[in-house]
């Protein structure tokens, strides 16, 4: 009696699992702002999606739309101290965002509301495309983490004291990080093959990847963020161009996928 209560709770387990699939596509829609303008870096909190997108000139504007459906909420430029030339943006889990300026070598924190820079700080050589922080949803973080698009990491604490650098074995060809607070995972999407991967940042390792379903169409894959078991991918230069895909990103990414044979031979 005992193992067959046991097979059945294994069983309704995998049943109420079966709902969230893994890179499964769940929604999708326009990304507004500029036409035909691709959105870099995107970022993400419990209610909006916020994207940097290219305008022209140098101080591009952040979009802010809802996260539920991509509706347009506000738009501003932050005022840079320097030329900016932004790749990666980031949520800090405390209201406020990071920017990647890849070319003048810079990270700046600002309110992710008004855009008023709060802090900022430098990073000595090299191009940074990717950014992501650590946070834990509602709370903030420890470690920021960057990229260049070839096969560089770095962390960061987060007023940019060195802490680690390592290489991935494969190019990343990334323009923006999404750190996923539920499985404690980085996530970039490939602009060249538009596979969705993530990395472990203490095994510094590929964990799990997914193939954008519609990847021979879209173009390239750019902006990247994650919030509540849900990522968020941009894409550009493509049909249809600029949108936002939501793919399921369940807690248990981690985990070998389950299946009825596994759960019979456990009783065998």
């Known amino acids: 009696m005992r193992k067959g209560i046991i097979i059945v709770l294994a069983l309704a387990l995998l049943a109420g699992t079966a709902s969230a699939k893994l890179g499964e596509l769940v929604a999708s829609f326009p990304n507004p702002g500029y036409l035909h303008s691709p959105h870099y870096g995107m970022a993400a909190d419990a209610n909006y999606l916020y994207s ?3 305008s022209g000139g140098w101080n591009w504007p952040i979009i802010t739309m809802r996260r539920s ?9 932050i005022q840079f101290p320097t030329r900016v030339y932004p790749s990666g943006v980031s949520y800090d ?3 406020c965002l990071y ?6 070598r810079y990270v700046v924190r600002a309110r992710a509301d008004t855009g008023s820079i709060l802090s900022t700080w430098t990073w000595p050589t090299g191009y940074r495309y990717g950014i992501c922080a650590d946070h834990r949803g509602t709370s903030g973080g420890t470690y920021i983490y960057q990229t260049y698009s070839y096969r560089d990491f770095f962390k960061s604490t987060l007023t940019g004291n060195p802490v680690a650098f390592w290489q991935m074995t494969a190019e990343t060809r990334n323009w923006d990080l999404a750190w996923d607070y ?3 995972l980085i996530w970039y999407a490939n ?4 596979y969705i991967i993530a990395v472990d940042p203490d ?6 990847s997914f193939l954008h379903p519609i990847w021979t169409t879209i173009g390239a894959c750019y902006g990247i963020a994650y919030w509540g078991n849900r990522l968020y991918v941009s894409n550009s230069e493509g049909t249809p161009d600029e949108y936002i895909w939501v793919f399921d990103c369940p807690n248990t990414v981690g985990l070998a996928p389950a299946s009825v044979g596994k759960v019979k031979a456990l009783f065998r």
Request: avoid cysteine.
């Open 69 to 77: 459906n991509g509706a347009f909420v506000s738009s501003y430029r």
């Open 99 to 104: 920017y990647s300026n890849y070319l003048a």
């Open 52 to 54: 940097y997108q290219y």
């Open 191 to 194: 602009t060249q093959t538009d």
């Open 203 to 208: 095994t510094r390792k590929i964990k799990t």
């Open 93 to 95: 889990g405390l209201g």
């Open 182 to 184: 539920g499985n404690k």
